[in-house]
Every structure is written in structure tokens, then in C-alpha cells.
């Protein structure tokens, strides 16, 4: 072969090299099957393929299809569920893909639910999720057995509701709190599954709330948590597409028959798309009506989208100006969570923009804490990808509510196994962390931890001397994420009075090796118990860094009580 034929090659493959850098994609490192990504029939089923992008903001061009909310920022590739004309149709745009086997076997576990649409319980092995009807019976339950704890309340109607089909559902949250204690309480708002074929968060959702009701009388958190909180929760915030997913649908979407055909599977709006603020701001949604981030003729159109809204205008106050470089107050109150799967992430605004937050280093300091509980990773929302009209931007947008997004786990069908064994447990304090901190969001999570409490003894007579310990503790981020721990300065606790209270009366805790000057330490106090009253009480306790920001409250009981022989020497 001559010397020219050789240079010619050479020339034709850097040429192919420049055109492949120009994508930024890895080939390299990916496992699948690249280019063709699809398999070779032509069934019309999707399947699941990475799509490798340079920037951010080419995502913006994959919005028309089946976009997964999960973004590998080491190799840069998004995940998509596309037949195969879609993924050529993907790849004709200039993207380099892959197949996902592993990725396309997690989303076809949804097709074993096929045929079981409308049944009340999920078969096994996926038994430990239940269906629309059993999580509105729950919450129907848990009100009705404790009527002074928990409250049921229909705040909207579902699409399908709304237009007189038999099959709607009402929206219901599960309010809880104490109700024999009045006054303006913080609150915190969680929403899960407003993604239909998300199973994990609606589940979550309602064992967080069974959790709370059974620990009242027993966890001292628990208790004073419901006494002087407000915690606000709907198990699946898009009801008529859960029940589609049910019956083995890979649903993202509401089932609105006015979208891209009354019959169609792809029918419907992204009701995650759909909120008001920021609205089709940004390149975060689409326009086209059977894509599956189709954002709605205009803001706010859908009937579930409008329950959230004004639910959350009715229990929040508006606390953040109109201009979008204005923050809300540093003692704002109010939490608002998002619950999705999966990606294992932690997320909040702004989804529409990668400009900073007005309230962003506090908003990321609340984030971090979360993924400290359940390991995820904690980044603003535009990081996974630009969104624009989503949940946490409007409860920050429009009302200054600290917004997050948690995306749980790998996959939207997560195994029973996983479920109760990881997500369970790891999202579980996560979210009693956030109902800690829902008092002053953008203050409390830069405080200290009062964790490991502990008494000599639980239960004592009149007058006994009793020994509390402790720890406060300042290191409690996700580890590498930045967050600076500062030494302890003080710790202290009180009795049955909390610090808000205007008869709060502090006593101060001590450090058990003499001196604060450590990111933790354990902290010791002995307490006299003479002249108490009988009964159980509670001991708050909370500790400041040298920065003076103090932590969120934890607590311990405390039971007065006297001794049964007592009456026999009292003639």
C-alpha cells in the first residue's frame, strides 16, 4: 500500500476522532453495546440507553423523550428510554449512546404488575408496596384510630376526578400534629410520587408517617416533634397515574386524555413540570404532548398541580420578594420535600438556573445535612439537569419555603429487600431531621447536633439525683462535601419548656473533658429532681458552635414518680 494511502486513512480516522470529541462522549469505560445502541428488532419496546453529552445544556435537546431524572456527572451520559427509531432519531442529532442492559431489566420489572391493575394489593415479591387504595385507606386509618394526632384532609381532585370519570381519585394529605396544643406551628410539607411509575417515595412517604404515630408516646423526639411541629404529607401526589403504573405501565405522567390522544400511553402532562413558577422559563420542559416531560398548555393547568399549589400558599406564609435576587428572611420557616426516585441524590433550588439562590449557602447547608442521614449526593437542582416549573422552585420561588428534591435509590422499582433495608432506614432520620429544622430552616442546620442522649436512670422518685449525657456534635455532613465543622461553644437543656418558648429557663451542660474547644463533644450535667411533679417529663437539649449557631433539639424523658410502698408509711 503506498505512502499516500496510508496518510489518506490516517486523515479519514482523525477526522472521525474531532467529530466524536466534538459530543465530549466517552466511549471508553461504558459498558453496552455502542452505536447501533438498540437491539436488532424493531419491537417498538423501550429500552434503556446512555446518552453521552459535552454540555448541560444539550440535555435541553433529549426534553421530547423519555428522560430519566439521573445524570452520571463522571462520564457525562444521561439515561433515556427510547424504542429504537428513537434512539437513532437521538443519535442522528450528533449523541454517541450505549444500551443499559442492567438499566432496561430494572424498568421492565414494572411489565410483572401486567394484568394486576386494580387490584388492592401488589403481588409479591412487591408486596410491601402499597397500591392508590391502600395508601388512602391507611391514612383514613391512622385519623380515624388517632383523631387528636392525625387528620385526613381531601385538598383537590386528580385529573381523571375532575372530569366526572368514575375512576379519579381526591387528593388527600395526612396532617399531623397534636392537637390538643394550639398556636402557629412550623410546618413541613412532603409530596411523593408525583412521577407515577415511582414507587419507593409513596411508600416512604407513608411509613414515615406510621412511624411517627406509633413512636408518639415512646421517642421523645417523636413527641414533641408532633406537640410543637406540623407535618403535612401526601402519599402520592399523582393518583390517577400510579393506578396506570399499577397495571405494569411504564407512567411518568397524569392521565389527562387531552394530551396527545384520549387512548394514547403517552397521554398526559409532567405534573413536575407543570408549576407556575418559572413556567416554560428555560428550556427545562417540553412542548410536544406525548413527551414525557410535556409541561402542560400553560402554568399550572393541571388539577393536581393546583391542589399542591394552593395547599401549600394555605399553610405557608409568603415569605420571599417578588424580584429573584431576594432572599427570604434568615429566620424563615418552612420545609417543603419532594420525593422521586431514583438517583440517590439530594436537590435544591434553583432547577431552572445555575445562578446561586438568594438563599443558596443555607438552602446547600440543609442539603448537605440530609445526605449525612441518608448518603446521597447533595447539589442544586440544575446540576442533575435544567427543569424548569418543578415542586421546589415554586415552594422557594413563589413563597421562600425551603425546597428540596430527594431522588431515592436505583431504580423506580426497588426490591423489597432494598427497600426496607436501605431506603427505609437511611431516609427515615432524613426526614425527622427535617421536621427538626423546619422552625428556621436557613439557620438551624449550621448548628450542632445533640445526639446520644442518655440519663442514669429513666424513672425516679422525688429528689433523686439523676446524671444526663450527651453529645453535641458539629461534623454531621456528608463527608467531602465541604461543610466546615466549627467547635462546640455551649450546650443546655431545659424541662418541659422548649427554647422558644417565653418561659424557656436554661440550665447549662458541661464538657466531660473540661474545656469546649472541640467539633464534638461529649457533655454531662447531674440534675436534681426535688420538687418536681409526678409524672414524665421532657428534657430539651441543644448545643451552639463558636459561630454561634445553635443546633436542632433533641430530647429525652424523664418519669417523677413515687414509690408504691409510700403510702403504708403515711398514717
Given at each position: 500500500?503506498s ?6 486513512i490516517l486523515?479519514?480516522?482523525i477526522?472521525?476522532?474531532s467529530i466524536a470529541g466534538e459530543?465530549?462522549?466517552k466511549a ?9 445502541a438498540c437491539?436488532?428488532?424493531?419491537t417498538?419496546?423501550d ?5 453521552y ?11 421530547s423523550?423519555?428522560l430519566?431524572e439521573f445524570n452520571n456527572l ?5 439515561l433515556?428510554a427510547a424504542t429504537d427509531?428513537?434512539i437513532?432519531?437521538i443519535q442522528s442529532?450528533?449523541?454517541l449512546t450505549a444500551?443499559?442492559?442492567e438499566?432496561?431489566a430494572?424498568?421492565?420489572?414494572l411489565?410483572q ?8 394489593t401488589l403481588p409479591s ?5 402499597r ?6 385507606d ?10 387528636n394526632l392525625a387528620?385526613w384532609?381531601?385538598v383537590?381532585?386528580s385529573?381523571?376526578?375532575?372530569v366526572g370519570?368514575?375512576d379519579g ?6 396532617r ?6 394550639t398556636g402557629?406551628?412550623p410546618?413541613?410539607f412532603?409530596?411523593a410520587s408525583?412521577h407515577?411509575?415511582?414507587y419507593?417515595?409513596a411508600?416512604?412517604a407513608?411509613r414515615?408517617?406510621g412511624y411517627l404515630i406509633e413512636n408518639y408516646e ?8 408532633l ?5 403535612h404529607?401526601?402519599?402520592t401526589?399523582n ?5 396506570e403504573a399499577?397495571?405494569g405501565?411504564e407512567w411518568?405522567?397524569?392521565?389527562n386524555?387531552?394530551?396527545c390522544g384520549?387512548t394514547s400511553p403517552?397521554?398526559?402532562a409532567?405534573?413536575?413540570r407543570?408549576?407556575?413558577f418559572?413556567w416554560n ?6 412542548g410536544?404532548q406525548?413527551?414525557?416531560?410535556y409541561r402542560g ?6 388539577p393536581e ?6 395547599y ?6 409568603d ?7 431576594m432572599?427570604a428572611?434568615?429566620?424563615?420557616t418552612?420545609i417543603?420535600?419532594d ?9 435544591w433550588s434553583?432547577?431552572?438556573s445555575s445562578?446561586l439562590?438568594p438563599?443558596?449557602i ?6 448537605r445535612?440530609f445526605?449525612?442521614f441518608n448518603?446521597?449526593?447533595p ?5 442533575l ?7 421546589e422552585?415554586?415552594a422557594?420561588?413563589?413563597l421562600?419555603?425551603?425546597g428540596?428534591?430527594f431522588e431515592?435509590?436505583?431504580q423506580?422499582?426497588e426490591?423489597?429487600?432494598?427497600f426496607?433495608n436501605?431506603?427505609l ?6 426526614l425527622?431531621y ?14 450542632p447536633?445533640?445526639i446520644?442522649?442518655a ?7 422525688p429528689g ?9 456534635n458539629?461534623t454531621?455532613?456528608?463527608s467531602?462535601?465541604?461543610e ?6 455551649q450546650?443546655q437543656?431545659?424541662?418541659?419548656v422548649p427554647y ?5 429557663a436554661?440550665?447549662e451542660?458541661?464538657p466531660?473533658d473540661?474545656?469546649f ?6 457533655v ?10 409526678p409524672g414524665?417529663?421532657i428534657?430539651?437539649v441543644?448545643g451552639?458552635d463558636?459561630?454561634?449557631n ?10 417523677v414518680e413515687f414509690p408504691l410502698?409510700?403510702p403504708?408509711?403515711?398514717?
Open positions: 500500500m505512502r499516500n494511502i496510508w496518510v489518506s486523515l479519514v480516522l477526522l472521525l476522532a459530543r465530549g462522549v471508553a469505560e461504558s459498558p453496552g453495546t455502542l452505536n447501533p437491539s436488532n428488532d424493531e417498538g419496546d429500552q434503556v440507553h446512555r446518552v453529552y459535552n454540555s448541560l445544556e444539550e440535555i435541553k435537546e433529549l426534553n423523550y423519555d430519566f463522571a462520564e457525562k451520559y444521561v433515556v427509531s428513537e437513532r432519531a442529532m450528533g449523541f444500551l443499559d442492559e438499566q432496561t430494572n424498568l421492565h420489572k411489565d404488575l401486567a394484568g394486576h391493575q386494580g387490584l388492592q415479591p412487591y408486596n410491601c408496596y397500591t392508590v387504595e391502600e395508601l388512602y391507611y391514612g383514613a386509618a391512622l385519623a380515624s384510630a388517632y383523631p387528620e384532609i381531601d383537590g381532585d385529573w381523571e376526578k375532575s370519570q368514575s381519585y381526591d387528593m388527600f394529605v395526612l399531623l400534629t397534636n392537637e390538643t396544643i402557629d406551628k410546618k413541613l412532603i409530596t408525583i407515577a411509575r415511582e419507593t417515595p411508600e416512604l407513608a414515615f408517617a415512646t421517642d421523645a423526639d417523636v413527641h414533641w416533634l406537640d410543637y411541629h406540623e407535618i404529607i401526601m402519599f401526589a393518583p390517577d397515574g400510579r393506578k399499577e397495571g405501565a411518568r405522567k397524569n392521565t386524555e387531552n394530551y384520549a403517552n397521554r398526559g409532567d405534573l413536575n407543570n408549576f407556575e418559572k422559563c428555560c428550556g427545562g420542559s417540553s410536544s406525548c413527551a414525557e416531560t398548555p400553560s402554568a399550572a393547568s393541571e398541580t393546583q391542589a399542591i399549589q394552593n401549600m400558599t394555605a399553610i405557608f406564609p415569605q420571599r420578594g417578588d424580584p429573584l435576587n432572599p428572611a434568615k429566620d424563615a418552612g417543603y420535600i420525593l422521586h426516585s431514583y438517583s440517590r441524590l439530594v436537590l434553583w432547577g431552572f445562578t439562590a438563599n443558596g443555607d438552602l446547600r447547608t440543609l442539603g445535612k445526605a449525612f448518603n446521597y449526593s447539589s442544586p437542582s440544575w446540576s439537569y435544567i427543569t424548569d416549573g418543578s415542586t422552585d415554586f422557594y420561588g413563589r421562600g419555603v425551603a428540596y428534591c431515592l435509590g436505583d423506580f422499582f426490591s423489597c429487600t432494598t426496607e436501605n431506603i432506614p437511611g431516609n427515615l432520620p432524613a425527622i427535617a421536621a427538626k429544622a423546619a422552625r428556621t430552616p436557613y439557620m438551624t442546620p449550621a448548628g447536633d445533640s446520644n442522649l440519663l442514669s436512670q429513666n424513672t425516679v422518685i433523686a439525683i439523676v446524671t444526663l449525657t450527651g453529645q453535641i458539629d454531621r455532613y456528608k467531602g462535601s465541604g466546615a465543622a466549627q467547635p462546640i461553644a450546650a437543656y431545659s424541662v418541659d422558644w418558648d417565653p418561659a424557656y436554661p440550665v451542660l458541661l466531660a473540661g474545656v474547644n472541640a467539633v464534638s463533644e461529649d454531662t450535667v447531674t440534675i436534681d429532681t426535688t420538687g418536681w411533679l414524665r417529663h428534657l430539651f441543644r451552639k463558636n459561630a454561634n445553635w443546633g436542632a433539639v433533641s430530647a429525652v424523658f424523664l418519669t410502698f409510700l403504708l408509711l403515711v398514717k
